[in-house]
């Protein structure tokens, strides 16, 4: 589409899908914003939306349209066409609207839609008086937030023994353990989302036990609160290696920021690292941690990176990029053992090590559901 038409496209130009137009509008007097603009026809009915994802500004015109909505070519979050709603994760925020005239075969696209505010619901006296989250990551983020911007207007409380507020772990594998973000990315929201929002974020304070008879949370201390409607959003936790010297400080899994501040603290110092597990999670690692300037070396049992999952082409793909970013592999092979400064392997190689980082995979954390259906029975 040429842009030099962008506010009025006569509808026969508008082919059923997605273009993108690029708006200048003049915002007040003096201050200009440029918009990137995407527009939907289904049928006679056009949209105009904004154009990126609010998730990490994916380009929408390059998604999908399903229905009424579009879907990010990223990691697939979802819009409302209608009303710019983020539907499902990853995306937190809603897309912009901006009101869309046809005549006479011209579209035109108008004024930008302010947003409405969640309407209180009629019926908050069948709603429960107050619903506890335990888990304060994606989910129990996701969970506090909808409840709120569907109007639910009672107590939420959320737990967590993370000792910081819901942040974006899939980032602590990737750009900030790499050092090419700053912080700010990492939180979903700030302090002061919470306190808007009246979320009461108990963070470091884990849940021990649930009692869903009396329903009440016990938290480390003792402490009980009382819930109406519970959410178990407690993830999961990294498998651990077994082997001798697995427990010593500079052997390190990753799953919270703790975890991943403590594996950027020793990489400052480090010059070797050898990541044990050619999964997901240990080579996002070793590509971060090339990034620092690492020397890296992968050992794990399989013949080739993620074969499991991706087969065998995309396996050798895999490691060839890798390589050439300068990661040595040693596959078909197993950590047998720790020392302070090197790894032992099974087939009998020894490799030097001042940091070792394990990604061998993740179990949910099942031991307050399962313990609370022991009270039951
Ligand atoms: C390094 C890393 C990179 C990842 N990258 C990707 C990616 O690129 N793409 C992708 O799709 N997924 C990725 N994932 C997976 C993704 O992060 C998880 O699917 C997601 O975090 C699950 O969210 P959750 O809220 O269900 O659980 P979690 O994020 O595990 O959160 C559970 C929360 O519960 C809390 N908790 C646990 N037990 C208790 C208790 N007893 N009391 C109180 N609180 C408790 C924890 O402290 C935590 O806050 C990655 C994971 C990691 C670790
Ligand atoms: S950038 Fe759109 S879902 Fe992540």
């Known amino acids: 589409m040429q842009l030099r038409d962008w506010w009025r496209i006569a509808l026969l130009e508008l082919p059923t899908g997605v273009i993108l137009g690029a708006i200048l509008g003049i915002v007040g007097v003096v201050r200009i914003a440029v918009w990137q603009i995407l527009l939907v026809r289904r049928g006679r009915e056009v949209f105009a939306v904004g154009a990126q994802c609010t998730h990490y500004q994916g380009p929408l015109a390059e998604g999908l349209v399903v229905g009424d909505t579009v879907r990010c070519p990223w990691h697939h979050a979802c819009f409302d066409l209608r009303t710019g709603e983020a539907l499902r994760a990853p995306a937190l925020s809603p897309i912009a609207c901006w009101d869309v005239e046809q005549r006479d075969g011209m579209i035109s696209v108008r004024s930008k839609r302010k947003r409405p505010k969640p309407k209180p619901r009629d019926n ?18 996701a969970a506090a937030q909808m409840l709120r911007r569907n109007g639910y207007q009672n107590s939420i409380v959320m737990l967590s023994s993370d000792d910081a507020l819901p942040y974006d772990r899939p980032n602590l594998s990737k750009d900030y353990l790499a050092g090419t973000i700053p912080f700010d990315y990492v939180p979903l929201r700030d302090e002061g989302f919470y306190a808007d929002n009246s979320i009461d974020t108990r963070m470091g304070q884990p849940a021990e036990q649930v009692d869903i008879r009396a329903r009440e949370v016990i938290v480390a201390g003792g402490d009980k609160i009382p819930y109406d409607w519970l959410l178990l959003a407690t993830g999961a936790e990294p498998v651990r290696l077994t082997i001798p010297g697995a427990d010593q400080p500079h052997v390190r899994t990753l799953r919270s920021l703790a975890d991943c501040q403590a594996i950027i603290e020793r990489a400052k110092a480090a010059r070797r690292v050898v990541v044990i597990g050619a999964s997901f999670i240990g080579l996002e690692v070793a590509a971060a941690l090339r990034t620092r300037n690492l020397e890296v070396h992968v050992v794990a049992p399989d013949k080739r990176p993620m074969e499991r999952i991706l087969g065998p ?27 302070e400064n090197a790894v032992r392997l099974e087939k ?30």
Do not use: S
């Open 124 to 141: 908050a006296t069948v709603e429960p008086g107050k619903i506890v989250i335990i888990g304060g990551g994606a989910t129990g983020f």
């Open 313 to 339: 082409d995309i396996g050798n793909f895999v490691r060839a990029l890798h390589e050439e970013h300068g990661v040595v592999f040693h596959l078909e092979d197993k950590g047998a053992a720790i020392d």
């Open 348 to 377: 009998g190689g020894t490799i030097e090590a001042d940091l070792v980082v394990v990604g061998i995979g993740v179990r949910p954390r099942l031991e307050l559901a399962e313990k609370a259906r022991a009270t039951v029975a």
